[in-house]
Nanobody
Framework: QVQLVESGGGLVQAGGSLRLSCAAS????????MGWYRQAPGKQRELVAG???????NYADSVKGRFTISRDNAKRAVYLDLNSLKPEDTAVYYC??????????????WGQGTQVTVSS
């Protein structure tokens, strides 16, 4: 089993920045891909960004150029830097790991989520 614990959410004004962190523990040796999802009230959960063990990244169009995903394999952590935040970025952000190589995202492991609220 793998446990994912997020931190770093909060309330920020539009245009501000936050850094989300996800710490992984447990049987993580086989995990290659990790990512961040978010879910706004009344909306479906969406993939925001993903990163491979080697550092290749992908982003949702809505966050390209504003969000940056990174990971530190030694620390078993993945990060999401949120810049130029907009009110529409308000959501619960979830760390996710280990998508199936054929079926793809989402992975089978989820964190508990951290709230990001952007005020206008």
């Amino acid at each position: 089993q793998v446990q994912l614990v997020e931190s770093g959410g909060g309330l920020v004004q539009a245009g501000g920045s936050l850094r989300l962190s996800c710490a992984a523990s447990g049987s993580i040796f086989s995990i290659n891909n990790m990512g961040w999802y978010r879910q706004a009230p009344g909306k479906q959960r969406e993939l925001v960004a993903g990163i491979t063990r080697g550092g290749n990244t992908n982003y949702a169009d809505s966050v390209k150029g504003r969000f940056t995903i990174s990971r530190d394999n030694a620390k078993r952590a993945v990060y999401l830097d949120l810049n130029s935040l907009k009110p529409e970025d308000t959501a619960v952000y979830y760390c996710n790991a280990d998508p199936d190589p054929i079926r793809g995202w989402p992975g089978r492991y989820w964190g508990q989520g951290t709230q990001v609220t952007v005020s206008s």
